[in-house]
């Protein structure tokens, strides 16, 4: 039963992989050393954000939960999902999403921080911003390139993303 759609593989493996990820010290006093948050990619069940916060108690529910009842939705977004995820992260991705306020995911100025982008299918919508401002698509940088990289786009020429990568 657990596997029986790409939907609920996902689901379970998430599930699974995120049991465990605190010590039985930990759990046993309630407390996570990690920092959770849940941001749904396209979800027909409403409102698919919980902001990051110790992954303990409250939080480690409504996250479950937000997860196991995820209804996906016709297409698969998720370059612009993750380029939502970087806009949370650098504090520019507003002050509500999917209509939660949101609040700032920093703690400190050096803590680390990742996104993990788990799904049931291959993105087929919306490019997303590569420009923390929300200016610039993300484009196609591979369409020019031969298989396995080209993945049937049209090309996009970038001659140069930063001074960095010039050479003599």
């Not at 911003?129 to 940088?141: A, E, I, K």
């Amino acid at each position: 039963t657990y596997y029986h759609t790409r939907m609920q593989m996902m689901k379970t493996s998430a599930s699974n992989a995120f049991a465990e990820i605190d010590s039985p010290a930990d759990i046993a006093v309630f407390r996570s050393r990690f920092r959770v948050g849940y941001m749904s990619i396209n979800n027909n069940a409403g409102n698919g954000f919980v902001n990051l916060n110790e992954f303990a108690t409250t939080q480690k529910g409504t996250w479950y939960s937000k997860l196991t009842g995820a209804v996906p939705n016709s297409s698969t977004p998720l370059r612009a999902t993750l380029s939502d995820a970087g806009r949370l992260y650098a504090g520019v991705l507003g002050t509500t999403y999917n209509s939660v306020a949101v609040t700032d995911p920093l703690q400190y100025s050096c803590q680390q921080n990742y996104t993990i982008l788990s799904t049931d299918g291959f993105w087929n919508e919306n490019s997303g911003y590569n420009r923390l401002n929300g200016s610039t698509s993300v484009g196609n940088q591979d369409a020019a390139l031969p298989r396995p990289l080209y993945d049937g786009g049209s090309a996009t020429v970038q001659a140069r993303t930063s001074a960095l990568q010039q050479r003599t």
